[in-house]
């Protein structure tokens, strides 16, 4: 380092010629010399010099040891003193200056000179590090983390202000104090006392990753989540020397979340209420027409009856009106019943003891000679060893009797319907199978909408009976209320009626 600027601290005129051509000659520049104490704390502050040749003894009230503490309240620049004098005394003052050198006159030109290059470099990288540990200490200090760092005895060795601030103690209080004792984690769901990371990373030597939501107790018991990692602190052998923690605040992030989650679920109830209404709507739209549709048919007949004189006529308009009440009636019933069954969580039943070799027999007999009429059969399949049911005969009647008027109503002449009964052993339990098959099939684009309320699959009705469009939608709620289920399939022109009950478990 050739350019350096020296300021030379001498008070003998000749010496200082001296030194100033030495250092010349070593290819350094000498801007100035001084005699005195102040003289050098003047120079050294006017000119600013890259390194200070002190003289131990000088003229004057001040020494070299006193101008040298003078000079280093003002400026970084490091000194070497050259004196003749080494009692004790003088080099523990010299010592509290920390200098760079201490050369005893007379020096040869080669040790004063290596002793100038080695205080250069050595200031140089002195300063070098000052600046990377200031630049570093104000990255840590203005990042949004918190910053804890350990030992390798996991004694605190620094925190950074967010660090101070989510756990409560102060830098100045932690430390040298064992990082556990100012870091304490608990489980956010069990609440247990989770192990300090740092323990974990100096003896495994390895990272650890981003863990998951923590709680950590500040001093003064108060509780943040946050997220938290953590990294051993190795030197240039990669030997572990210490270790550091990185944790964050995650408090608005949950926040946020747990904001979001309710609006989620609020856009979902809102889209369900909408679709409720929706289904409301259609609802009492269907009914309103339904309910209008035999009226409309019984004023019809009322006023064709008002104008007809023939009594022929006139029995074949009340037989109509007659067939329209019914009609109404029965939409009324049906829609009193769907209502009741919709409301109620728990019908009142009256379970009782089926026995269906004597029961279903006479279930059947009506249909029996309905589908005479229609050259339909009606056949019955029942096993002589076919267990008993407890269950809710009027509840199961009113199931079967409106699957059997659906496959009468819908099956051509020649057709066939067959009742079976079957059974089928547990573990702790006896499950009866009751099937109603019938010879039409039910187009596959319709099958998952003959439970919907009020609806028909279309030109089917080849019988012309009519109905309410509400039978299914109330065999699938009663089948529920006797703790059953309901599979409908239809395919290769038939289409059958599954089903499975159990006895019935009374609470």
């Given amino acids: 380092m050739t350019d350096a600027n020296i300021l030379v601290v001498e008070d003998e005129s000749i010496v200082a010629k001296d030194l100033q051509n030495r250092l010349r000659k070593f290819g350094y520049t000498v801007p100035a010399i001084a005699s005195s104490g102040q003289e050098a704390i003047n120079k050294a502050v006017e000119i600013i010099p890259d390194l200070v040749l002190m003289d131990i003894r000088l003229k004057g009230q001040m020494d070299g040891i006193q101008a040298a503490e003078q000079i280093h309240k003002y400026l970084d620049v490091p000194i070497i003193y050259l004196t003749a004098y080494a ?272 029961w279903l027999p006479w279930l059947i007999e009506p249909f029996q000679i309905r589908t005479q009429e229609h050259q339909q059969t009606l056949q019955l399949n029942l096993p002589e060893n076919l267990p008993s049911l407890f269950s809710d005969r009027t509840c199961l009647e009113r199931i079967l009797v409106e699957l059997l008027n659906n496959a009468c109503k819908y099956t051509p002449g020649g057709g066939a319907i067959i009742l079976s009964v079957s059974h089928e052993i547990a573990e702790f339990s006896v499950k009866i199978l009751i099937t109603i098959s019938n010879s039409a099939e039910i187009p596959t684009t319709e099958l998952s909408k003959i439970f919907e309320k009020f609806y028909r699959i279309p030109d089917t009705d080849i019988w012309n009976q009519g109905g309410t469009g509400l039978g299914l939608a109330i065999v699938q709620k009663l089948i529920e209320q006797l703790q059953g289920s309901i599979q409908v399939a239809s395919n290769q022109g038939w289409t059958t009626f599954t089903l499975t009950l159990r006895d019935l478990e009374l609470s």
């Avoid at 259609?282 to 309910?291: A, G, K, R, W």
């Fill in 87 to 358: 009692d004790e005394n003088t080099l523990e003052r010299a010592k509290i200056t920390e200098p760079f050198g201490y050369l005893l006159k007379p020096f040869k030109e080669r040790e004063l000179q290596t002793n100038i290059e080695i205080a250069l470099t050595k200031h140089r990288l002195e300063k070098q590090l000052k600046n990377n540990q200031k630049w570093l200490s104000i990255l840590l200090k203005s990042i949004s983390d918190g910053v804890i760092s350990s030992n390798r005895n996991q004694l605190v060795t620094f925190m950074n202000p967010v660090a101070e601030k989510l756990t409560g103690w102060t830098q100045s209080e932690a430390i040298e104090k064992n990082i556990s004792e100012i870091f304490e984690i608990i489980d956010l769901t069990t609440r247990e006392l989770l192990e300090n990371p740092l323990t974990k990373v100096l003896q495994s030597g390895a990272i650890a990753p981003l863990s998951t939501t923590i709680l950590l107790i500040a001093q003064n018991g108060s509780e943040t989540p946050i997220e938290q990692s953590a990294a051993p602190i190795k030197d240039d052998k990669d030997h572990i020397i210490g270790a550091v923690l990185v944790f964050r605040d995650v408090s608005e992030r949950l926040q946020a979340m747990e904001a979001r989650q309710k609006q989620i679920q609020q856009e979902q109830l809102v889209a369900q209420w909408e679709q409720l209404n929706q289904l409301k709507n259609d609802f009492l739209n269907l009914v309103s027409h339904e309910l209008r549709s035999p009226l409309c048919h019984m004023k019809g007949m009322i006023q064709m009856l008002q104008m007809s004189t023939a009594v022929q006529e006139q029995h074949y308009f009340l037989d109509v009106l007659e067939a329209e009440c019914d009609r109404e009636m029965e939409l009324i019933n049906d829609l009193l019943e769907l209502q009741r069954l919709e409301n109620s969580s728990n019908l009142l039943l009256a379970p009782d003891l089926l026995l269906f070799q004597q």
